[in-house]
Protein backbone atom coordinates (compact mmCIF):
# COMPACT_ATOMS: atom_id res chain seq x y z
CA UNK A 1 0.00 0.00 0.00
CA UNK A 2 1.35 3.35 -0.70
CA UNK A 3 2.17 6.04 2.01
CA UNK A 4 -0.13 8.37 0.76
CA UNK A 5 -3.20 6.19 0.60
CA UNK A 6 -2.38 5.42 4.55
CA UNK A 7 -3.45 8.59 5.16
CA UNK A 8 -7.10 7.85 4.20
CA UNK A 9 -9.60 5.04 5.65
CA UNK A 10 -11.63 2.91 3.77
CA UNK A 11 -15.11 4.03 5.48
CA UNK A 12 -17.72 1.35 4.73
CA UNK A 13 -21.21 1.26 4.92
CA UNK A 14 -21.65 -1.58 6.15
CA UNK A 15 -19.83 -2.99 9.77
CA UNK A 16 -19.44 -6.15 8.31
CA UNK A 17 -16.73 -4.79 5.88
CA UNK A 18 -14.33 -4.04 8.45
CA UNK A 19 -13.93 -8.00 9.91
CA UNK A 20 -14.37 -6.65 13.92
CA UNK A 21 -14.52 -9.79 15.76
CA UNK A 22 -18.17 -9.94 17.56
CA UNK A 23 -17.44 -8.29 20.78
CA UNK A 24 -15.93 -5.04 18.60
CA UNK A 25 -18.59 -5.19 15.90
CA UNK A 26 -21.50 -4.97 19.13
CA UNK A 27 -19.27 -1.79 20.44
CA UNK A 28 -19.38 -0.22 16.69
CA UNK A 29 -23.01 -1.09 15.89
CA UNK A 30 -24.43 0.34 19.27
CA UNK A 31 -27.89 2.29 18.59
CA UNK A 32 -28.52 5.47 19.98
CA UNK A 33 -26.20 7.29 22.21
CA UNK A 34 -22.66 5.76 22.60
CA UNK A 35 -22.62 7.97 25.61
CA UNK A 36 -25.27 6.58 27.22
CA UNK A 37 -24.28 2.98 27.31
CA UNK A 38 -20.81 3.68 28.35
CA UNK A 39 -22.55 5.43 31.28
CA UNK A 40 -24.26 2.41 31.51
CA UNK A 41 -21.56 0.05 31.37
CA UNK A 42 -19.44 1.67 33.70
CA UNK A 43 -19.54 2.88 37.50
CA UNK A 44 -17.82 6.61 36.62
CA UNK A 45 -17.79 7.92 33.05
CA UNK A 46 -15.71 10.96 32.13
CA UNK A 47 -15.12 12.95 28.93
CA UNK A 48 -11.58 14.18 29.13
CA UNK A 49 -11.04 17.20 26.75
CA UNK A 50 -7.18 17.27 24.55
CA UNK A 51 -7.72 20.15 22.56
CA UNK A 52 -10.18 21.99 20.67
CA UNK A 53 -8.90 24.63 18.51
CA UNK A 54 -9.00 25.42 14.37
CA UNK A 55 -6.59 22.70 12.60
CA UNK A 56 -6.67 21.48 9.07
CA UNK A 57 -9.21 18.21 8.77
CA UNK A 58 -7.94 15.26 7.75
CA UNK A 59 -7.60 13.72 4.02
CA UNK A 60 -10.77 11.50 4.74
CA UNK A 61 -12.81 14.26 6.35
CA UNK A 62 -13.14 17.28 3.64
CA UNK A 63 -15.60 15.57 1.11
CA UNK A 64 -17.49 13.82 3.96
CA UNK A 65 -18.22 17.88 5.69
CA UNK A 66 -18.62 19.67 2.07
CA UNK A 67 -14.87 20.62 1.63
CA UNK A 68 -13.29 20.35 -1.76
CA UNK A 69 -9.90 19.50 0.17
CA UNK A 70 -7.92 19.53 3.44
CA UNK A 71 -9.29 23.04 4.73
CA UNK A 72 -8.85 24.16 8.16
CA UNK A 73 -12.04 23.28 10.34
CA UNK A 74 -12.70 23.73 14.27
CA UNK A 75 -11.42 20.62 15.88
CA UNK A 76 -12.52 18.82 18.82
CA UNK A 77 -10.55 16.01 20.23
CA UNK A 78 -11.60 13.83 23.44
CA UNK A 79 -10.79 10.84 25.77
CA UNK A 80 -13.99 9.23 26.89
CA UNK A 81 -12.85 7.08 30.17
CA UNK A 82 -14.92 4.70 31.95
CA UNK A 83 -13.86 3.78 35.52
CA UNK A 84 -10.56 6.05 34.84
CA UNK A 85 -9.74 4.06 31.82
CA UNK A 86 -9.89 5.60 28.21
CA UNK A 87 -12.05 3.43 25.93
CA UNK A 88 -12.99 5.71 23.11
CA UNK A 89 -10.81 8.43 21.37
CA UNK A 90 -13.46 10.77 19.62
CA UNK A 91 -12.17 13.56 16.97
CA UNK A 92 -15.24 16.34 15.59
CA UNK A 93 -14.38 18.72 12.94
CA UNK A 94 -16.55 21.50 12.09
CA UNK A 95 -16.33 23.38 9.12
CA UNK A 96 -15.56 27.53 9.71
CA UNK A 97 -18.14 28.14 7.67
CA UNK A 98 -20.57 26.40 10.38
CA UNK A 99 -22.19 29.73 12.50
CA UNK A 100 -22.66 30.01 16.40
CA UNK A 101 -26.64 29.53 15.65
CA UNK A 102 -25.75 26.27 13.64
CA UNK A 103 -23.77 24.67 16.70
CA UNK A 104 -24.47 26.91 19.66
CA UNK A 105 -22.96 24.72 22.50
CA UNK A 106 -19.76 23.53 20.32
CA UNK A 107 -17.57 26.20 21.54
CA UNK A 108 -18.40 25.39 25.17
CA UNK A 109 -18.72 22.06 25.54
CA UNK A 110 -15.57 21.89 27.89
CA UNK A 111 -15.42 18.17 29.45
CA UNK A 112 -19.47 17.64 28.45
CA UNK A 113 -20.37 15.33 26.13
CA UNK A 114 -21.05 15.80 22.53
CA UNK A 115 -23.13 12.99 22.46
CA UNK A 116 -25.57 13.97 24.79
CA UNK A 117 -26.44 17.26 23.00
CA UNK A 118 -26.64 15.96 19.45
CA UNK A 119 -28.70 13.16 20.88
CA UNK A 120 -31.58 15.68 22.32
CA UNK A 121 -31.17 19.04 20.18
CA UNK A 122 -34.69 18.07 17.58
CA UNK A 123 -33.03 20.03 15.24
CA UNK A 124 -29.99 17.89 15.17
CA UNK A 125 -30.22 15.47 11.83
CA UNK A 126 -28.02 12.16 12.28
CA UNK A 127 -26.41 10.69 8.69
CA UNK A 128 -25.61 7.50 8.42
CA UNK A 129 -22.95 5.63 10.19
CA UNK A 130 -19.42 4.30 8.12
CA UNK A 131 -17.20 2.23 9.88
CA UNK A 132 -13.36 1.87 9.08
CA UNK A 133 -9.95 -0.22 10.70
CA UNK A 134 -7.72 2.37 11.50
CA UNK A 135 -4.35 0.99 9.83
CA UNK A 136 -1.06 1.79 11.10
CA UNK A 137 0.10 5.24 9.02
CA UNK A 138 -3.23 6.64 9.58
CA UNK A 139 -3.22 10.03 11.18
CA UNK A 140 -5.84 9.40 13.46
CA UNK A 141 -4.13 6.10 14.80
CA UNK A 142 -0.92 8.82 15.52
CA UNK A 143 -3.42 10.70 17.12
CA UNK A 144 -4.69 7.83 19.95
CA UNK A 145 -1.06 6.94 20.06
CA UNK A 146 -0.04 10.09 21.52
CA UNK A 147 -2.57 10.69 23.25
CA UNK A 148 -2.82 7.91 25.32
CA UNK A 149 0.91 8.27 25.78
CA UNK A 150 0.31 11.78 26.64
CA UNK A 151 -2.17 10.17 29.81
CA UNK A 152 0.34 8.11 30.95
CA UNK A 153 -1.50 4.65 28.94
CA UNK A 154 -0.09 1.96 27.15
CA UNK A 155 -0.87 2.06 23.07
CA UNK A 156 -1.13 -0.89 22.13
CA UNK A 157 0.58 -1.05 18.85
CA UNK A 158 -0.01 -4.26 17.65
CA UNK A 159 -3.79 -4.19 18.25
CA UNK A 160 -6.31 -3.10 15.68
CA UNK A 161 -8.17 0.12 15.61
CA UNK A 162 -11.66 -0.14 14.54
CA UNK A 163 -13.58 2.99 14.20
CA UNK A 164 -16.96 4.76 13.25
CA UNK A 165 -18.10 8.12 12.35
CA UNK A 166 -21.26 10.13 11.38
CA UNK A 167 -21.99 13.57 10.17
CA UNK A 168 -24.51 15.33 11.98
CA UNK A 169 -26.49 18.35 10.43
CA UNK A 170 -27.92 21.42 12.77
CA UNK A 171 -29.58 24.32 10.46
CA UNK A 172 -26.95 25.08 7.75
CA UNK A 173 -24.30 23.40 9.83
CA UNK A 174 -22.77 19.94 9.33
CA UNK A 175 -20.08 18.40 11.88
CA UNK A 176 -17.87 15.08 11.63
CA UNK A 177 -17.75 12.85 14.56
CA UNK A 178 -15.61 10.21 14.63
CA UNK A 179 -15.09 7.17 17.25
CA UNK A 180 -11.87 4.81 17.59
CA UNK A 181 -12.35 2.41 19.89
CA UNK A 182 -9.67 1.46 22.29
CA UNK A 183 -9.05 -2.48 23.35
CA UNK A 184 -10.23 -1.22 27.02
CA UNK A 185 -13.81 -0.69 25.31
CA UNK A 186 -13.89 -5.02 25.66
CA UNK A 187 -12.52 -5.26 28.80
CA UNK A 188 -16.75 -2.93 29.58
CA UNK A 189 -18.60 -5.55 27.64
CA UNK A 190 -16.89 -8.52 29.76
CA UNK A 191 -17.48 -7.37 33.29
CA UNK A 192 -20.08 -4.70 33.52
CA UNK A 193 -23.21 -6.22 35.50
CA UNK A 194 -25.13 -2.86 34.58
CA UNK A 195 -27.54 -3.27 31.72
CA UNK A 196 -27.75 -1.35 28.77
Not at 21 to 26: I, L
Not at 83 to 96: I, M, S
Given at each position: MRPASLRRARWLAHPDGVHAPAPMRDWLTTEGSLTARLVASSDSF???????????????????????????????????????????????????TATASDWPLFSALGERSLGTTLFYDPLVERGQLAYARIRPGHPLRARVRAALLENDVPFAADADYFARRCVYRRRQGLLLVTEVFLPAVLKLACTSTKSK
Amino acid sequence: MRPASLRRARWLAHPDGVHAPAPMRDWLTTEGSLTARLVASSDSFRVQKLRQAGNVCLADEAGAIGLPRPLRVWEREVLLRCDGRPVVYGHTVVPLTATASDWPLFSALGERSLGTTLFYDPLVERGQLAYARIRPGHPLRARVRAALLENDVPFAADADYFARRCVYRRRQGLLLVTEVFLPAVLKLACTSTKSK
